[in-house]
């Protein structure tokens, strides 16, 4: 017997099929951003990230502060080599240029000056002058010459100082011209060897002594350059070693802290070298600095006050010469009286070499320094003397007399002039001889500086990187 299913689900239903409904179009799909642009990455950027990713490692920080530490090392020495070379220079310059030119200098002045007095007083000898005061006038000559010859040489192209000196050597030729025009009518008896004489002074006292002055003037300017930059301090050396000694003291703190090793070898000696690079720095531009202090304080300005001093008991003589050359002819009103031109320049160029015996004086600071300086002194005071006579002569119509008191032997005012002048020139000498001392102690304090500051400086940043290359070798 056959039972029907038993199922809850209704049979098929018989019929026709339904239409399939087709597929309707949807809204379009987004459209996918495009992609960003890909830049290439500069050197710059790249190594910057390695950085900071090296910075996240120890050993990348240690090759940092390995890297850090031989720049400042190396960076100290070679401003230190760089400043000290400067100043060692100018050093140099000051004990066998800038001083010897400036001595030349004044060498130049005091020659042509004592050539002039040297002309004067043998005029005023007439026909009977002597070969001594020929002499020490052609002996001047010569050495205004050859310091002329000298300056030139050491003069910069276009400079005022070439100048100055091609001016002179073209006066001078002029100068002894008129000098010999003079002693020739002179000879003769013609009193027209007197106005060339006194051409002749006028050329030398109006256009080659300013002249030379000037260029004493220069001289100096140089020197004191020279000296400024020679004495000061380098910071900036200075201040670089003190950073790299805290940096340097810094590394060796953190290892302690993160080994527990009281030292590490590379950095005590890289620590030592740039330590004694630093003392030898400090230590030696103060010696430096000192001595050529002293060399200045005690040697130059010594040496300026005694040129000017020479330089006038030399226009004094010559004026007092000239006076007598002159008889009168050549006068001067000042403040509604009228004097002797001659005479009156005499009177301001000893007062003149009265101030500068006095600060020389002042400036001498020991017995072989202040003898000559007060014998000169004691010199100028008896010619004074000697020549309130002689003028009082002049003034008196007594013109022989006063000639004799003048040029004459012993007991003139010649006598005087020449005693003033050697004691001048020892003083001179003796100051001189300072100042090549205490200029050369202080660029001998200096020597080896340099190159020592390089090498140590090295030798400094090998040390700290072989200190970092020890701890970095614990990571391998």
């Not at 030349?104 to 002039?116: H, Q």
């Not at 300017?221 to 930059?229: H, T």
Request: proline share 5%; net charge neutral; with cysteine.
């Amino acid at each position: 017997m056959t039972h029907p299913p038993k199922s809850s689900a209704a049979p098929p239903q018989a019929g026709p099929a339904l239409p399939a409904v087709p597929p309707q179009p949807g809204p379009p799909a987004p459209a996918s951003p495009p992609p960003a642009p890909t830049g290439r990455r500069t050197a710059f950027a790249e190594g910057a990230e390695r950085l900071r990713a090296a910075a996240t490692t120890e050993p990348g920080r240690l090759r940092i502060i390995g890297a850090v530490l031989a720049l400042l090392v190396v960076a100290f020495g070679a401003v230190t080599a760089w400043q000290t070379s400067e100043r060692a220079a100018a050093a140099d310059d000051v004990l066998h240029r800038s001083q010897p030119l400036s001595s030349g200098a004044a060498g130049i002045y005091r020659s042509l000056a004592d050539a002039n007095t040297a002309a004067s007083s043998g005029f005023l000898a007439g026909g009977q002058e002597s070969a001594a005061s020929r002499d020490r006038y052609e002996k001047d000559i010569r050495a205004a010459a050859g310091g002329l010859v000298t300056a030139a040489a050491n003069a910069e192209p276009g400079s005022s100082s070439e100048a100055t000196i091609a001016r002179l050597n073209r006066l001078l030729p002029e100068y002894k011209g008129l000098i010999e025009r003079a002693r020739t009518y002179n000879r003769q008896g013609y009193p027209v060897g007197g106005a060339y004489l006194r051409y002749a002074n006028e050329k030398m006292q109006q256009e080659m002594l300013p002249a030379a002055e000037d260029l004493y003037t220069k001289e100096n300017q140089r020197l004191d350059a020279d000296y400024a930059d020679a004495t000061p301090y380098p910071w900036a050396a200075i201040a670089l070693g003190v950073l790299a000694l805290a940096a340097l003291g810094w590394a060796q703190h953190r290892t302690y802290q993160r080994t527990n090793r009281v030292l590490n070898h590379g950095l005590v000696a890289g620590t030592a070298a740039t330590t004694v690079v630093l003392l030898w720095l400090v230590v030696g531009h103060a010696v430096a600095r000192t001595e050529l202090n002293g060399s200045y304080d005690h040697g130059i300005r010594s040496l300026k006050v005694l040129h000017d001093a020479r330089i006038a008991s030399l226009k004094a003589r010559g004026n007092e010469n000239l006076s007598l050359v002159a008889r009168g002819a050549e006068t001067v009103t000042v403040g509604g009286q009228t004097y002797d031109a001659y005479y009156y320049d005499f009177d301001k160029d000893m007062n003149v070499l009265g101030r500068g015996l006095t600060e020389a004086a002042g400036l001498a600071d020991d017995q072989a320094g202040t003898k000559p300086v007060t014998a000169a002194r004691g010199n100028m005071a008896v010619w004074k003397k000697r020549h309130a006579t002689a003028r009082g002569e002049d003034e008196n119509g007594n013109y022989q007399q006063a000639l004799d008191l003048v040029i004459g032997g012993k007991g003139a005012t010649g006598a005087c002039f020449d005693s003033v002048d050697s004691n001048l020139a020892r003083a001179i000498d003796h100051e001189q001889t300072e100042f090549r001392q205490a200029a050369g102690s202080g660029l001998d304090a200096m020597t080896g500086l340099t190159l020592g500051a390089a090498v140590l400086a090295v030798l400094g940043a090998a040390g700290a990187v072989a200190g970092i290359g020890r701890r970095l070798s614990e990571y391998r």
